[in-house]
């Protein structure tokens, strides 16, 4: 007989990818297989369907099933986030069996058993996270994953293992060289291009497998996330937040490498632009 959370998970599962516009059966029934109570400690619980304001304190177990933030630490704004965004994010990144991924900014751990049961137990998740009590929280609660180790430090780093898939759940104003770096080639990278204090979207960025100086880039959805520390640059978040005011976000599809014409980037780094199509230079 099903436990009243196992029900809840399978209806909720369902709800959340319709919310996200996914179609995705592996991605649905890892959601349908992690209870969320698991993982943002005891009730009563803070729950919020929105950016704003989180809700007393609830005791009901249904509370958790919804497309609804959960406070983890109130005091210091971390929360298991938003089901739907998160849905929209994995099907985006295509996690698939056998796939080693970095997660960077694992909170609590429930998103990271959720990337466990997509690797299944051939994979590896090898998730970071900066604060030392949620990485202690995060590994106790994930100690029925042996495919995930938890790490107590920063994933800004440049000794990230390499990885098919990295994502991230703090907000960055660039793409972090070091996130780059660790990508297999045809590996996938998802993080919140966004500046602190500021709403931006998902940036996705996929390794070419045969080099070159263009890789494949798109931005999706609307986000409002916590800052990465190390990959928050003051200068480079105006630039990203002129870009966004000036629109067309949605028409991006490469990250470039080298020096870019202007008159082509939606927005340009040191030594790096994001652009809606390649210089007809481009190698």
């Keep these: 007989m099903q436990s009243r959370s196992e029900t809840l998970r399978k209806a909720y599962a369902a709800r959340i990818l319709r919310l996200a516009g996914v179609r995705d059966p592996r991605l649905e029934s890892a959601f349908a297989a992690v209870p969320r109570e698991d993982f943002v400690g005891p009730p009563p619980w803070r729950v919020s369907g929105g950016l704003f304001g989180l809700s007393g304190g609830d005791r009901?177990?249904?509370?958790?099933?919804?497309?609804v933030l959960v406070?983890?630490?109130?005091?210091?704004?971390?929360?298991?986030?938003?089901?739907?965004?998160?849905a929209r994010g994995l099907a985006a990144l295509a996690v698939k069996e056998g796939e080693t991924v970095v997660q960077v900014g694992a909170g609590a751990g429930y998103y990271t058993a959720i990337l466990a049961r997509l690797v299944g137990p051939s994979g590896k998740v090898v998730?970071?996270?900066?604060?030392?009590?949620?990485?202690?929280?995060?590994?106790?609660?994930?100690?029925?994953?042996?495919?995930?180790?938890?790490?107590?430090?920063?994933?800004?780093?440049e000794d990230l293992p390499k990885a098919e898939a990295i994502?991230?759940?703090?907000?960055?104003?660039?793409?972090?060289?070091?996130?780059?770096?660790a990508l297999a080639p045809g590996g996938r990278l998802l993080f919140p291009l966004q500046a602190a204090g500021s709403s931006g979207a998902m940036l996705m960025i996929t390794r070419?497998?045969?080099?070159?100086?263009?890789?494949p880039a798109r931005l999706f959805g609307g986000v409002v996330f916590i800052a990465c520390e190390g990959a928050q640059d003051?200068?480079?978040?105006?630039?990203?937040?002129?870009?966004f005011r000036r629109g067309g976000a949605e028409g991006v599809r490469w990250l470039r490498f080298?020096?870019?014409?202007?008159?082509?980037?939606?927005?340009?780094?040191?030594?790096?632009?994001?652009?809606?199509?390649?210089?007809?230079?481009?190698?």
């Design 208 to 215: 070419p497998r045969d080099g070159g100086d263009a890789w």
């Design 71 to 86: 406070a983890i630490d109130a005091r210091r704004g971390i929360n298991n986030g938003q089901p739907s965004l998160h």
């Design 167 to 181: 994502i991230v759940n703090a907000a960055a104003t660039h793409p972090v060289r070091a996130w780059l770096d």
């Design 258 to 283: 080298g020096p870019a014409p202007a008159s082509e980037a939606w927005l340009a780094g040191d030594g790096w632009a994001l652009a809606p199509k390649m210089s007809q230079t481009s190698g």
């Design 234 to 243: 003051p200068a480079a978040g105006r630039r990203l937040d002129a870009a």
């Design 60 to 67: 009901d177990i249904a509370a958790l099933y919804d497309d």
């Design 127 to 157: 998730a970071y996270e900066i604060e030392a009590d949620l990485a202690d929280k995060a590994r106790a609660n994930l100690a029925g994953f042996p495919q995930v180790e938890v790490r107590a430090g920063s994933g800004v780093a």
